[in-house]
């Protein structure tokens, strides 16, 4: 599996300024995607290029926050909803974080495949700004807060509760789940977070290059979890014991951002590559290929793999990219 030989298709769904930005494909084919600009979540329909949209209702204000990477044009409205990651809740829908509005939706569809909101959970905390997100098998979702240096669990009830993350103004960005386990970004400490068991106590692993900036996470088919350098240009893998490799991209300044499994057989996994508009494939060996996305400066944030194989990839220019093995040659 390389990234070579690729067809890429785009498919806009926003408007300029809008800032398409997590994605998330639910087992019914469909493609969410957040627009985190504008305060809304779009589901796309590939099989019939439908695009609906939800506007999120603002909650109260919040107050603004700089994203993981820092980049300098992305500001932030100090009211209003601001949907960031999404989960995969079931067949049909998702887990939301409105980090502004201080809390978790769950979204799914109506009789007409119009996206509602089926569950919203108040974050206890003020300000906590819940940002990452990632769903458990059994029921319970976990999310990062970015204002706290903590996680929070929601249980099957919709409960809430609270747990410090170990860090001190770490920036808790990203989080991923493999069975009862979770791992997680601090941004700003230069670490990533384990809990091996839900209700373990953290452990943080210190990543060998300083001031490195992990932010997207993923776990690997070898177990072990695979995380984006933003600041070194590299993809980083730990395993449990917290020993670390580090693959450099071949661009230094790409500033990769988001990672998820390639879902092929032979395992792999797909990053963005933000800085210089690109889509990276790393095997587990650390081979790297890349390949470029259309737009020249699009900046492709996240992404996520369908059951077909299909990238799809979320475009700051205000477009879905999807990435397709190209057909063999006749």
Not at 60 to 70: D, I, K, Q, T, Y
Not at 188 to 203: E, K, L
Not at 204 to 222: E, K, M, R, S, W
């Amino acid at each position: 599996m390389s990234a070579s030989a690729r067809r890429i298709v785009e498919h806009v769904i926003a408007r300029e300024g809008e800032g398409p930005y997590a994605v998330a494909v639910t087992d019914d084919g469909a493609v969410w995607c957040t627009l985190v600009h504008a305060g809304a979540v779009v589901r796309f329909d590939p099989a019939t290029g439908a695009v609906a949209r939800l506007d999120l209702e603002p909650v109260g204000a919040g107050r603004a926050h700089p994203e993981p990477h820092e980049h300098p044009r992305h500001e932030h409205p100090a009211a209003g909803a601001q949907p960031s990651q999404l989960a995969v809740a079931d067949e049909s829908s998702v887990w939301v974080t409105d980090t502004t509005g201080n809390r978790v939706l769950l979204l799914g569809v109506d009789a007409s495949g119009t996206p509602v909101v089926k569950l919203e959970v108040a974050v206890p905390t003020p300000d906590a700004q819940p940002f990452g997100i990632a769903a458990m098998h059994d029921g319970t979702v976990w999310f990062t807060e970015l204002g706290q240096d903590a996680l929070g669990r929601i249980d099957i009830l919709g409960q809430v509760t609270e747990f410090p993350a170990g860090t001190h103004e770490g920036f808790v960005s990203m989080i991923a789940a493999s069975g009862d386990s979770l791992w997680f970004t601090a941004n700003q400490t230069g670490a990533i977070g384990y809990i091996r068991g839900g209700d373990a106590a953290v452990q943080l692993f210190p990543i060998p290059t300083p001031h490195a900036g992990p932010v997207g996470i993923t776990v690997g088919d070898d177990g072990a979890a695979w995380f984006c350098e933003i600041h070194a240009g590299a993809i980083g893998r730990v395993d449990r014991a917290g020993r670390f490799t580090e693959h450099p991209l071949p661009w230094s300044e790409s500033k990769p951002h988001a990672i998820c499994r390639d879902g092929q057989v032979e395992g792999g996994l797909w990053a963005t590559l933000w800085g210089s508009n690109q889509l990276a494939h790393i095997a587990l060996d650390g081979e790297i290929s890349v390949l470029d996305l259309p737009g020249g400066q699009s900046e492709p944030h996240g992404l996520a793999v369908a059951a077909d194989g299909t990238v799809w990839v979320a475009m700051e220019s205000g477009a879905l990219c999807s990435i397709h093995a190209a057909a063999p040659a006749a």
